[in-house]
């Protein structure tokens, strides 16, 4: 069982930057791969980055260049940070952990935190 919790997550000017952690209970935290997901009022939750525990990471190509997914898995811990923020990007998102190869899909993901608001402003 892997419990998740996420931080971070507030009000910002468009063009801003925020920071997102997620920590992760357990013991075999290096092992699962690690995703952000995101879900704006009325909208799907999407995928937004992932870190796999092989090291290889993949973002939305509504992200690409501005956000980038990091682990310490001393610390049992994943951020996303998050630069040059549009108001599009306002969601609350949702750090997620998958014992599996970590893909775009939700299915694929066994854990999930209760997500943190980020809203940005025009």
């Known amino acids: 069982q892997v419990q998740l919790v996420e931080s971070g997550g507030g009000l910002v000017q468009a063009g801003g930057s925020l920071r997102l952690s997620c920590a992760a209970s357990g013991r075999t935290f290096s092992s699962y791969a690690m995703g952000w997901f995101r879900q704006a009022p009325g909208k799907e939750r999407e995928f937004v980055a992932v870190f796999r525990s092989g090291g290889s990471t993949d973002y939305a190509d509504s992200v690409k260049g501005r956000f980038t997914i990091s682990r310490d898995n001393a610390k049992n811990t994943v951020y996303l940070q998050m630069n040059s923020l549009k108001p599009e990007d306002t969601a609350v998102y949702y750090c997620?952990?998958?014992?599996?190869?970590?893909?775009?899909?939700?299915?694929?993901?066994?854990?999930w935190g209760q997500g943190t608001q980020v809203t940005v402003s025009s």
């Open positions: 997620a952990a998958s014992r599996y190869y970590g893909t775009y899909s939700r299915a694929s993901y066994e854990y």
